[in-house]
C-alpha cells in the first residue's frame, strides 16, 4: 500500500478547498478532454487515483453521492464527515484518521484542502480494496471494487448495499457536474455488474409498518422513545446535511441520539422510515412528542439535492401522514426544523421550495395569497381557476377593472388585460402569456433589493422571477442563494449588467414583461 510522505499535497492542491458544485445533469456522454491548470478538480481525481490505484470514475462517483462534490468549506456533515469525499471522525467510523495515517497528512488538511480530502478518499478505499484482497488485476475491473465501496460508508448490511448501490448507479448513468469556475467534473456512462458478494443478500427489501411506499430500517432504539406524550399535530421538514445512506446509518448509530421518522433520497424519492409514527423521534427538540420528522438527503446551502422527485417524493408522504393524524396542510403544521420552538438549526434553508412543496402537499402554504404559484400558465378568454383569479387580483389592484375576482376570464377581465397591455407596451392580444404575468406579477414600488433583503417586495420579485425565467423561484420573501441566482440568471438573458441587486434597470425590464 503506497503511503504519501507528510505535507507534499499542500502546494499542488490548496487552490481546491473553495470548490463548490451549482449544477449537475446525468448525461451518458463521454468524459470531457484530459485536465489542465484550470481544471484543478479533475486534477486531483487524477492524481489521487493514480497514487492510489483506484479508478478515477469510481473516485468520483463516491465523492458525487456523498456530496454532489461539494466540500462546504470543510464544515461538517450530520454525522461528523468532512470535504468532498466526506471523510468521518465519529465513534464508529474513522475513515478520516485512517486517511490521515495513510496520507501522512494532519486530519486537519484533509478536512480543509480539497485536494488532500480526494487524496485521501482513494487511499482509504485502496486500504480496503487491500483488506478484501484485490490483486492488481481485480483493481483495474470497476465491478471488484463493490464490497470496497460498501465498506467506506463505515455502514453494514443492508444500509452499506444502498450506499454502493447509489455509487454504481451513477457509473451507470453518468455524471456531469459544474463546479464553481466553470469546471466539469465527469463520469462516463457504461455498463457495470458489480459484484456483491455477500451483500447481494442485503438488500434493504422490508416495507415500512405505517407508509406502505416505504422501505422500513429500524433507528438504534437509543435514538428514539417509545410512545407519545403528546398528541401529533405537525410534521417538521429537515435537511440532513449528508447523504440517505449515511444519514440512515447515523440513526443506527447509538451514539449519534438523533433520528426521524422518515428519509428521502434525493435521486429517486425513495422513502425509508426508521421510527414508527406512534414513536417519539428525537428531531427537533421541544417539537419532538407532537410531531413527525421528514430528513431530506443533501445539504442546505446546495440546491442541486432538493429535486423535483424528491419533493413530489416527501409531499406524497406528508399528505398521507396529514390525512392520517388530522393534521391541517398549511404553514402553521407543516414546518421547518428552524420553525420548531427552542431550535437552533436553520433547515430547510432558503433553498428549500416551500411554494412547490405546499401547492404538492395540497394545502394553502405560502401560496395562500393566490399570487404565488409553482409555474404560470397562459390565461386568456374562457380559462378558469385560481390563476386567473390572479390575475384579476393584480389588475384590480393596479386600477384596471377586470370585474369580479371570480377566476372565471370574461369580457370584463380581457379588456382590463388588453388596456394593461396597451399601457406597457406588450402587444394587445387579450391573452396573459409569460410576458405579461412578468409586467403583471412585478408591477408596483421599486425599492433596491439584494442579499439579505426580506419582505413583499422580495415575494413579488420572486413571483416575476418565476414568470419570467420559466422555472419555479421559492415565494419565501428572503433573498438568499436560490433568489440571488434567479436574479443574475435574468439579468444576463435580458444582457443586463450582472451584479444580483435588483435596482433600477433590473424593475425596468421585469415590468416592462422582458
Not at 467510523?93 to 480530502?117: F, I, K, P, W
Not at 452499506?160 to 469556475?181: N, P
Request: charged content about 20%; overall charge negative; aromatic content about 8%.
Amino acid at each position: 500500500m503506497p503511503r504519501r510522505p507528510a505535507g507534499h499535497t499542500r502546494g499542488r492542491a490548496a487552490v481546491l478547498a473553495s470548490l463548490t458544485v451549482t449544477a449537475l445533469v446525468v448525461t451518458g456522454h463521454p468524459a470531457g478532454a484530459a485536465p489542465t491548470d484550470t481544471d484543478p478538480m479533475n486534477r486531483a481525481f487524477e492524481q489521487a487515483a493514480e497514487e492510489y490505484g483506484v479508478p478515477r470514475d469510481l473516485l468520483a462517483a463516491v465523492g458525487y453521492g456523498e456530496t454532489h462534490l461539494n466540500g462546504h468549506s470543510g464544515r461538517p456533515s450530520q454525522d461528523n464527515g468532512y470535504g468532498v469525499m466526506h471523510l468521518v471522525s465519529n465513534p464508529v467510523n474513522h475513515s478520516l484518521e485512517q486517511a490521515a495515517a495513510l496520507t501522512g497528512e494532519s486530519t486537519a488538511e484533509l478536512r480543509e484542502d480539497t485536494g488532500t480530502n480526494i487524496l485521501g478518499g482513494a487511499a482509504v478505499l485502496r486500504s480496503h480494496a487491500d483488506a478484501l484482497g484485490l490483486d492488481t488485476a481485480e483493481r483495474a475491473d470497476i465491478d471488484a471494487w463493490y464490497p470496497a465501496v460498501a465498506r467506506y460508508s463505515g455502514a453494514d448490511g443492508a444500509v452499506a448495499a444502498l450506499y454502493a448501490d447509489t455509487v454504481y448507479t451513477l457509473l451507470a448513468q453518468g455524471l456531469r457536474a459544474a463546479v464553481a469556475g466553470g469546471e466539469l467534473v465527469t463520469v462516463t456512462s457504461r455498463p457495470v455488474s458489480p459484484e456483491k458478494g455477500p451483500l447481494a443478500k442485503a438488500d434493504a427489501t422490508a416495507k415500512s409498518p405505517d407508509y406502505p411506499a416505504a422501505l422500513w430500517v429500524a433507528a438504534n432504539s437509543a435514538n428514539f422513545a417509545a410512545g407519545r406524550t403528546a398528541t401529533v399535530d405537525k410534521v417538521v421538514i429537515h435537511v440532513a446535511q449528508g447523504s440517505y445512506a449515511g444519514t440512515i446509518s447515523w440513526f443506527q448509530n447509538a451514539t449519534s441520539k438523533v433520528s426521524s421518522h422518515y428519509v428521502v433520497r434525493s435521486s429517486d424519492g425513495q422513502i425509508t422510515q426508521m421510527v414508527r409514527d406512534s414513536d417519539t423521534a428525537y428531531h427537533a427538540k421541544s417539537a419532538n412528542a407532537s410531531s413527525l420528522g421528514i430528513e431530506h438527503e443533501g445539504f442546505v446551502d446546495d440546491p442541486t439535492w432538493f429535486t423535483d422527485t424528491m419533493y413530489r417524493s416527501s409531499a406524497a408522504l406528508t399528505a398521507y401522514l396529514c390525512d392520517r393524524y388530522g393534521i391541517p396542510k398549511d404553514r402553521s403544521h407543516v414546518i421547518g426544523h428552524s420553525e420548531a420552538p427552542g431550535n437552533d438549526h436553520t433547515d430547510p434553508g432558503a433553498n428549500w421550495n416551500w411554494t412547490y412543496y405546499m401547492q404538492l402537499v395540497g394545502g394553502s402554504g405560502t401560496g395562500a395569497d393566490g399570487l404565488s404559484f409553482p409555474s404560470y400558465t397562459t390565461q386568456r378568454t374562457g380559462s378558469t381557476g385560481t390563476q386567473v383569479k390572479a390575475v384579476q387580483t393584480l389588475l384590480n389592484k393596479q386600477g384596471y377593472e377586470a370585474g369580479t375576482e371570480d377566476g372565471v376570464f370574461g369580457a370584463k377581465t380581457e379588456s382590463a388585460v388588453r388596456l394593461f397591455q396597451t399601457a406597457r407596451d406588450l402587444g394587445s392580444d387579450g391573452a396573459v402569456g409569460p410576458k405579461t404575468w412578468t409586467a403583471l406579477l412585478s408591477a408596483g414600488t421599486t425599492p433596491t433589493l439584494g442579499a439579505g433583503a426580506s419582505g413583499e417586495p422580495v415575494k413579488r420579485l420572486q413571483r416575476a422571477l418565476t414568470a419570467a425565467l420559466g422555472r419555479t423561484v421559492a415565494v419565501d420573501g428572503a433573498f438568499g442563494a436560490n433568489t440571488d441566482k434567479a436574479v443574475r440568471d435574468y439579468q444576463s438573458t435580458r444582457k443586463l449588467s450582472v451584479d444580483g441587486s435588483v435596482g433600477p434597470d433590473t424593475w425596468e425590464a421585469l415590468q416592462s414583461g422582458r
